[in-house]
């Protein structure tokens, strides 16, 4: 069983940077892939990028792809989404998930991956 707890979501200007966390409360995260959504208001929750378990291999969302970094530390039970270059259309709740399955496979399971936590809010304005 796994538990996850975001943090690091914060108001700043478009253009600014912000490091998202995942806090792992198991193990047996370390094995999963884990990825990052989003959901803005009145929209439905969107992929933004995944990792798998060795930290190997990435995907990403084309909306932000060359300017987010996911990354995961085993050793901290911790996985990441470093934003740079934010926009105002990156404003939404982030959420982190965590899933036995591929990168690829992730993003098209959605709001069918297996673990969620609870969000943190990103809002950026221009």
């Known amino acids: 069983q796994v538990q996850l707890v975001e943090s690091g979501g914060g108001l700043v200007q478009a253009g600014a940077s912000l490091k998202l966390s995942c806090v792992a409360s198991?193990?047996?995260?370390?094995?999963?892939?884990m990825g990052w959504f989003r959901q803005a208001p009145g929209k439905e929750r969107e992929f933004v990028a995944s990792?798998?378990?060795?930290?190997?291999?990435?995907y990403y969302a084309n909306s932000v792809k060359g300017r987010f970094t996911i990354s995961r530390d085993h050793a901290k039970n911790t996985g990441y989404l470093q934003m740079t270059s934010l926009k105002p259309e990156d404003t939404a709740v982030y959420y982190c998930?965590?899933?036995?399955?591929?990168?690829?496979?992730?993003?098209?399971?959605?709001?069918?991956?297996?673990?969620w936590g609870q969000g943190t809010q990103v809002t950026v304005s221009s």
């Open positions: 990792i798998n378990f060795s930290g190997t291999n990435t």
């Open positions: 198991g193990r047996t995260f370390r094995s999963y892939t």
């Open positions: 998930a965590a899933d036995a399955t591929t990168t690829q496979n992730m993003a098209l399971m959605g709001a069918r991956s297996g673990y």
